[in-house]
């Protein structure tokens, strides 16, 4: 059997993924906007988010709730339209589009770093996410 070539750390940490994975696809995911993200989507003129370690496999159809950052409250819900792979370097006019701007490339790392708690590089990895607001 294929169990007999794995060590069981390997299969726990495989089972404990494919868990998550089932339990996202029949749950509602959601996504965390602090302040004052939430109110630029409500007035629609945020319509994109760059996501940096997507644990909840975003997919174009997806319906989302949005959540404030400092309660967890929802304030709306989403449809995914889009979502593209790319590293902050390579960003787009297009990926920036709909999407909150900074004065600077260092105060856009600064800022993800901040989310995050890691160091963002250009080189650092991010999901485009182009959504509606339902």
């Known amino acids: 059997m294929i169990a007999s070539f794995l060590d069981e750390g390997i299969i726990s940490f495989l089972i404990t993924k ?7 696809l029949y749950s509602m995911k959601t996504l965390k906007f602090a302040e004052p993200l939430p ?4 007035n629609k003129e945020k319509n994109t988010t760059w996501r940096i370690e997507d644990e909840k496999y975003l997919s174009v159809n997806d319906v989302v ?8 409250s929802e304030f709306a819900k989403i449809k995914i339209i889009s ?3 790319t590293t902050f370097e390579y960003l787009s006019f297009e990926d920036k589009d709909g999407h909150e701007t900074f004065s600077s490339d260092d105060e856009m790392y600064e800022t993800y ?12 990895e991010l999901k485009v996410v182009k959504f509606e607001l339902l």
């Not at 709730?65 to 967890?72: A, G, V, Y």
């Open 18 to 24: 494919l868990f998550k994975y089932v339990i996202l």
């Open 83 to 85: 979502v593209k792979e």
């Open 113 to 124: 770093s901040k989310y995050y708690s890691m160091e963002v590089k250009p080189e650092t």
């Open 65 to 72: 709730s949005c959540l404030r950052k400092k309660d967890l």
């Open 39 to 42: 109110s630029l989507i409500l």
